[in-house]
């Protein structure tokens, strides 16, 4: 499967952004989806995961509350809308999917866990 990131851009601090994981190739509801960011200088992060149905949903702590990822399978595409974007917020965010059958709740914040990412899209929150 091939992912396409979009969405990112420049925003105040307490605005909002969607981002989008379109995916191309292969039947998307056989994925679990995943996004993550890398700001400058640091290890690339886990921020949000939803499994291949939609219905159960993970995120990191410093993002409860604020993001919420959803998926559209009719669509091929995943969802991060975020708001209330802090500063520390500011990274480049990748979409991310794999298709092992072992448990998604088990690791599901592993970067070795996904096999196919996206190009990365640049989210910059101003203060």
């Known amino acids: 499967v091939q992912l396409q990131a979009s969405g990112g851009g420049l925003v105040q601090a307490g605005g909002s952004l969607r981002l989008s994981c379109a995916a191309s190739?292969?039947?998307?509801?056989?994925?679990?989806g995943a996004w993550f960011r890398q700001a400058p200088g640091k290890e690339r992060e886990f921020v949000a995961g939803?499994?291949?149905?939609?219905?159960?949903?993970y995120y990191t702590d410093s993002v409860k509350g604020r993001f919420t990822i959803s998926r559209d399978n009719a669509k091929n595409t995943v969802y991060l809308q975020m708001n209330s974007l802090k500063p520390e917020d500011t990274a480049v965010y990748y979409c991310?999917?794999?298709?092992?059958?072992?448990?998604?709740?088990?690791?599901?914040?592993?970067?070795?866990?996904?096999?196919?990412w996206g190009q990365g899209t640049q989210v910059t929150v101003s203060s």
């Open positions: 939803i499994t291949r149905s939609g219905t159960t949903t």
């Open positions: 190739g292969r039947t998307f509801n056989n994925y679990n």
């Open positions: 991310a999917a794999d298709r092992s059958p072992t448990s998604y709740s088990f690791n599901y914040y592993l970067r070795g866990r996904y096999d196919y």
